[in-house]
């Protein structure tokens, strides 16, 4: 058992003894001490030049039935638009480090065809390059985050592409900018120096590592009205030793933020990751609990960074995430196109209420990745759309960007297999401008139904209204076939009972609820 000192704006207790079978936890939202802006960006997405992510997802050229704008396909905007995503991590991943911007720039019929070596060897024609993502965010209204090749470009070209994208002043780089028709830069605040550094980035130690981002993000310059938050490529999972090398070598004023990859393998097997769909419960539980070490791989990682920065001035950006599992049989093994079930929007949940409880230190999240790649939000298959169950969760959730974390003290009942266990339930909450309280919970035991009675310090409130999004079984999805068999229904099981508010989650289910 663990329990947080109360103060702490994270206070998750979890009563983590198998002899408790509860079917009753305990919530209390601390309301009277209302902690900091949960940023929008913990809600980013990622997208890649990876199998059907721009090409047949995004992409579909300007020629094409299905009803687009300058090639980019309408219907994932809207979806997109729809839950308020704030932020787009482009082009990579490993892609990002060899991607040469300038090989996307310019009439499309002049473009060099280069092959993508990172994903498939397939031809990449460049007709998605800098002018199409920065039109695909402004469609959505995110913002842009670009990823810079380190691995084997100079920096000359990085220097260049910031300046392509965020200069106003006169130059011949700024003059081609124009001569392809935008006269106006875009002003992009994220910059990724690399990508995954010590691995297809480079292969680097963290030492060589720190010598590159120094010289890189020395050159990648601010210009009048655009400041450049450069993001440093952090450490896999909880490598700390990575991290330690960063942020004790990187002078402060030349990083905005730090990233962390995570991925959950449903096998915890690399080389066998498990099935999106075909899973027992043995699988949903490992992917479950994968899923929640992710609070681990912060916080270990959050140490390191307190005691060089303990302002916490340095973000941590979470740039990739997300449950990863073998690819649907049949398509190409490269191209990493999976199917999405209840089990991974229980996984994106629960990964959510991780960053909330740790905004001060998230302050970006990228889920990996956006469209038919890995736990998309939005598979397709020619002119037909399917929103998975984890859009639906970043649907539910669109109401904690910019809202204030409130500390919650959480003690719940276990989910039991065999020998191990976790904590059933788990939750955020916050408080936006209008002083509505918003409490996400979500419930991964599969049989139980449990009972949750909250208390709140420092807010009176008299109506409670909801959203839940479950399904009958835990390996349910959305096909082409029946693409609405999961979806968002008002949830009616949450009572004002005297000051309390008591909430019936049921099991495999998430809740989002607001208190006016
Ligand atoms: O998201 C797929 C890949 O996973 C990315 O390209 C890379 O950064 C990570 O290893």
Request: hydrophobic share 35%.
């Amino acid at each position: 058992m663990r329990i947080n000192s109360f103060l702490l704006p994270i206070m998750i207790c979890a009563i983590s003894s198998g002899a408790f079978s509860q079917s009753t936890a305990t919530l209390r939202v601390q309301a009277d001490s209302v902690q900091q802006t949960i940023s929008k960006d913990i809600y980013g997405m990622f997208s890649e030049h990876l199998g059907r992510d721009i090409y047949d997802g995004f992409w579909v050229g300007k020629n094409s039935a299905i009803p687009n704008k300058d090639g980019i396909r309408l219907d994932i905007v809207k979806a997109l638009k729809a839950i308020n995503v704030p932020l787009m991590r482009w082009p990579g991943g490993c892609f990002a480090d060899q991607y040469h911007w300038m090989d996307g720039i310019g009439p499309k019929d002049k473009r060099p065809q280069t092959v993508n070596s990172s994903w498939g060897g397939v031809t990449e024609d460049n007709y998605f390059g800098t002018h199409e993502f920065m039109e695909l965010c402004d469609l959505i209204g995110c913002q842009a985050y670009i990823a810079g090749n380190v691995g084997s470009g100079t920096v000359k070209e990085m220097s260049q592409w910031v300046e392509y994208l965020n200069s106003p002043l006169k130059s011949s780089i700024t003059d081609l900018r124009k001569q392809n028709g935008r006269d106006k830069p875009w002003h992009v605040p994220f910059w990724g120096v690399g990508n995954e550094s010590w691995g297809c980035g480079g292969n680097m130690t963290p030492e060589e590592y720190v010598d590159f981002y120094r010289r890189y993000a020395t050159f990648c310059h601010d210009y009048p009205g655009a400041h450049l938050n450069k993001i440093a490529s952090g450490p896999n999972g909880n490598d700390t030793h990575w991290m330690d090398v960063l942020m004790k070598n990187i002078p402060h004023n030349l990083m905005w933020g730090v990233s962390v990859h995570y991925y959950t393998i449903p096998t915890g097997n690399w080389g066998h990751k498990g099935s999106a769909t075909q899973f027992g419960e043995d699988q949903y539980f490992g992917t479950l609990k994968r899923a929640l070490e992710m609070n681990k791989v912060i916080e270990d990682e959050a140490a390191v960074m307190d005691k060089y920065d303990p302002a916490k001035k340095i973000a941590m950006a979470v740039d990739e995430w997300g449950v990863w599992t073998d690819v649907e049989p049949g398509t190409n093994p490269a191209f990493l196109y999976q199917q999405n079930s209840l089990r991974d929007a229980l996984a994106a949940a629960s990964t959510l209420n991780i960053f909330n409880n740790h905004s001060d230190r998230v302050r970006m999240g990228n889920l990996a990745q956006t469209v038919n790649v890995l736990q998309s939000l939005v598979l397709t298959k020619g002119a037909k759309m399917v929103l998975t169950p984890t859009y639906y969760v970043f649907g539910m959730y669109k109401v904690h960007q910019d809202a204030k974390l409130l500390p919650i003290k959480l003690s719940s009942p276990d989910y039991i297999l065999g020998n191990d266990h976790l904590p059933a339930v788990n939750a955020s909450a916050s408080i936006d401008s209008t002083g509505a309280i918003h409490i996400s919970l979500v419930n991964i035991d599969p049989s139980k139904t449990i009972t949750i009675h909250t208390s709140f310090e420092g807010k009176n409130w008299s109506k409670v209204t909801g959203t839940i999004l479950t399904s009958e079984k835990f390996n349910d999805y959305n096909s082409f076939e029946n693409p609405n068999k999961i979806k968002v229904a008002k949830f009616s099981n949450a009572k004002k009972e005297k000051d309390e508010l008591v909430v019936n989650l049921p099991p495999k289910s998430l809740v989002v609820l607001e208190l006016k």
